[in-house]
């Protein structure tokens, strides 16, 4: 999952990388 945020850096954003 996240993978529709992969748009956004993943720089801080881990929230949306890992979860």
Do not use: L, M, V
């Amino acid at each position: 999952e996240g993978e529709e945020f992969d748009t956004r850096p993943k720089t801080g954003s881990t929230q949306y990388c890992s979860q």
